[in-house]
Every structure is written in C-alpha cells, then in structure tokens.
C-alpha cells in the first residue's frame, strides 16, 4: 500500500507543531512508517534565503519570495512522491496552501489567490488537509506574536479569511477543519480521527497518489 499524505494548516500558533509532532508518534506506534516534514525547510539554501527574509534581514519583492516559497516545496516533490509510493506515509507542517494565502494577503492587486496557486500546480496533493483553526486573537494569547514577518493581527486577520476562501474553492473531501481552541488533548484526539478516516478512504478507494490541477 502507497503512503499518505497528510497536511497541517493554520495560522501561526494554532499549534500546528505540536499536533504534527504527536499524529507522527502516533502512526508510528501504530506501525506506519512517517517521515515528518516542514515547510519552509530552511535547511536548504533556498530555505535560508526565506529564512533571511522572514526574519527581516532581507528584502524580496512579493512575487519573488512566493516563487521562492513554492520552489522550497519543488526541491523536495521528487522525494515526497518517491518515499510515499514506497509506503512511507509522510506528515507536513504547512504545504502549499500557506503558500498561496501568505502571499495573496499581503493584497497586492498583480499577486492575488490565483496568481499564487499557479506556481502549486502539479505538486503531490495531500489526500487531507488538516486546517487547525484558531482567531487571531486567540493565537496572539498563546505568548504573543512572533518577531517574524507575518506576525501581526492585520495579516493573521486576511490569511485565516483567505484559508477559508481556498477551502470553499477546494474539493470538500480535501480539508478537515478543527476547533484548535480546546486542550492538546482534545484537538489530538479529533485529529487522530481524521487522520484515520482519511487513511482508510484512501486504502479502501485504492486511490492513487494525485497532483495539485489547474483551478
Ligand atoms: P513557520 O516556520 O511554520 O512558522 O512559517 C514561517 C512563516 O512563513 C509563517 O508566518 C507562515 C509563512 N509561510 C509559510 N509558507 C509560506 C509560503 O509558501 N508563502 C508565504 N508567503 N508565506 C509562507
């Protein structure tokens, strides 16, 4: 049986990292092999530069750090096809989709929603999203914003606007949305229910590995 994909979305601390971190345990107490990846990588070169930019020591022009996003993503397709045709199921915190609200946020009239999405197209899509929703207001009580670029009320504001417009744009079986205003453990267990029901759709479907299509 080919691997799963399996995406985490949300706003900055919706507790994305978190809830990655235990669905990977828990897969893989349960047998599966995962392989727990996080996007931006800012291991790679191309990471570093978005990681300069994130943290303020560089300037990009809007369209120039989207491709840069979206190409961290294209560096790493080839293995995440390779490793989940093998049966390794593979765990993302953040793919694509933060890709194309970040930037359309940022409301510049030449970068909107479908200008962003283009450069996604083709990628491996995720057989299900798990959107981990939280206000902005309640993100900024778990310790306040971050120093990074995107960290203020304002653009937590329009990005958690522009998740729900890509959901109602998107096929319905390809988001899971999930209260992330309860305990880790209560979101933990609601997550591990999707998880499951998503694997198991996939494995009693048969269905294949797809690629993010054209709008
Ligand atoms: P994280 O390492 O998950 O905290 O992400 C860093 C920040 O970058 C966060 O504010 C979300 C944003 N981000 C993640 N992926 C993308 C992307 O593809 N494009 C843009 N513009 N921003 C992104």
Excluded at 50 to 65: R, W
Excluded at 98 to 108: E, F, I, Q, T
Excluded at 198 to 208: F, K, Q, S, T
Aim: aromatic residues 8%; negative net charge.
């Amino acid at each position: 049986m080919r691997g799963k994909l399996i995406v985490f979305e949300g706003l900055d601390r919706a507790g994305k990292s978190t809830q990655c971190e235990r669905l990977v345990e828990s897969l893989r107490s349960e047998g599966h092999r995962v392989r727990h990846m996080r996007f931006p990588d800012r291991s790679t070169p191309i990471g570093q530069m978005i990681n300069d930019y994130l943290k303020g020591q560089s300037e990009q022009e809007d369209h120039v750090i989207h491709l840069l996003f979206s190409a961290n993503r294209w560096e790493a397709a080839t293995s995440i096809r390779a490793d989940i045709e093998a049966g390794t199921t593979i765990v993302i915190d953040r793919y694509y989709y933060s890709g194309c609200v970040y930037s359309a946020a940022k409301n510049n009239p030449i970068l909107n929603l479908e200008w962003a999405r283009h450069p996604e197209e083709g990628l491996p899509r995720p057989d299900i999203c798990i959107f981990l929703d939280i206000s902005p207001a309640d993100a900024a009580k778990r310790g306040g914003f971050g120093g990074e670029k995107y960290e203020n009320q304002q653009m937590q504001d329009r990005v958690r606007q522009l998740f729900s417009q890509l959901q109602s744009s998107s096929e319905k079986d390809d988001f899971a949305t999930i209260d992330a205003g309860g305990s880790l453990d209560e979101v933990q267990l609601n997550v591990l229910q999707v998880a499951w029901r998503a694997i198991e759709r996939v494995d009693a479907e048969g269905l294949p590995l797809r690629f993010v299509q054209p709008w």
